[in-house]
Nanobody, 119 residues
Framework: QVQLVESGGGLVQAGGSLRLSCAVS????????MGWFRQAPGKQRELVAT???????NYANSVKGRFTISRDNANNTVYLQMNSLKPDDTAVYYC?????????????WGQGTQVTVSS
C-alpha cells in the first residue's frame, strides 16, 4: 500500500511564494528518489524537481533558481519551496518517486494540489 498526499497549493499573485508538502506512506522508503511533477491544463505532466536519497537535487530549467526541493526522511515528507512564481507555474502539482511508483502496471498518483498564479 502506498499513499502520497500533497498539500499547500493555492492562489497567489505573480512574484509570490508557496510551500508544497507531500506526506509519503506505505512502501516508499527514504532510499527512493523523489520528485515533484506538475500538469498544466492541456499539457503533459512534467518533472520539475528531483531529490535523491542522499539529498542531491536537480531542476527543470523553467524553475531553476526559483524552486527548492527538500525531504525530511524522519517524517516521510517531501517539500517544494516555490519563489518568484509566474503565471506559467499554474498547474496541479504532484509528488512521486522517480520514476513514478507503479501499481498493477499503472503509474500511481496522489490527488495533487492546485497552484494558481495570477498576473
Amino acid at each position: 500500500q502506498v499513499q502520497l498526499v500533497e498539500s499547500g497549493g493555492g492562489l497567489v499573485q505573480a512574484g509570490g511564494s508557496l510551500r508544497l508538502s507531500c506526506a509519503v506512506s506505505g512502501s516508499i522508503r527514504s532510499i527512493n528518489n523523489m520528485g515533484w511533477f506538475r500538469q498544466a491544463p492541456g499539457k503533459q505532466r512534467e518533472l520539475v524537481a528531483t531529490i535523491t536519497s542522499g539529498g542531491s537535487t536537480n531542476y527543470a530549467n523553467s524553475v531553476k533558481g526559483r524552486f527548492t526541493i527538500s525531504r525530511d526522511n524522519a517524517n516521510n515528507t517531501v517539500y517544494l519551496q516555490m519563489n518568484s512564481l509566474k503565471p506559467d507555474d499554474t498547474a496541479v502539482y504532484y509528488c512521486n518517486t522517480v520514476p513514478p511508483w507503479r501499481i498493477n502496471f499503472h503509474d500511481y498518483w496522489g490527488q495533487g494540489t492546485q497552484v494558481t498564479v495570477s498576473s
